[in-house]
């Protein structure tokens, strides 16, 4: 973005970026998200992993056939954890036991928010923002 004065171009793009925020950010949520899988916090980690897309989906260009895939893989994962029941934990009270239907619905939501959680933690090392980040253009110096 270039503004001219006096026939002198002006950039005013900004020359401070988030990238080391967000990818503190990014490590704050997954370490939540860890700590709810491992406590069976179901409806919390889903909203941590919901957070975590929040982050991500700003570098998604919905105008590309790989952006509008992301869009649509997240929220296909999303609506089979819907179609999978209520995300709050069914305990046993008192001499009551958790039914085999609570304990079905509860295995086939923790299979879905780990896909989602793969899928997130896939997609932002594509975007470079995760552990394995390949850069092509450097590739010549082999």
């Known amino acids: ?79 089979d954890l819907a179609k999978a029941g209520s995300l709050i934990k069914k305990s046993a009270t008192g001499f009551q036991e958790v039914s085999n239907e609570d304990k079905i619905s509860s295995a086939k939501q923790y299979r879905i928010l780990l896909k989602k959680a793969i899928f997130l933690k896939r997609l932002q090392n594509k975007q470079g923002k995760g552990t394995a980040y390949r850069d092509g253009s450097e590739d010549y110096m082999d």
């Open 1 to 79: 973005m270039e503004e001219e004065y006096d026939d002198i171009p002006i950039d005013k793009t900004s020359k401070i970026n988030a990238a080391a925020l967000i990818n503190l950010i990014l490590a704050d949520l997954w370490r939540n998200c860890y700590r709810h899988a491992a406590n069976g916090a179901y409806s919390k980690w889903n909203a941590e992993l919901n957070n975590i897309w929040t982050e991500l989906s700003g570098d998604v260009d919905e105008e590309t056939d790989e952006g509008k895939k992301s869009q649509l893989v997240f929220d296909t994962i999303d609506m």
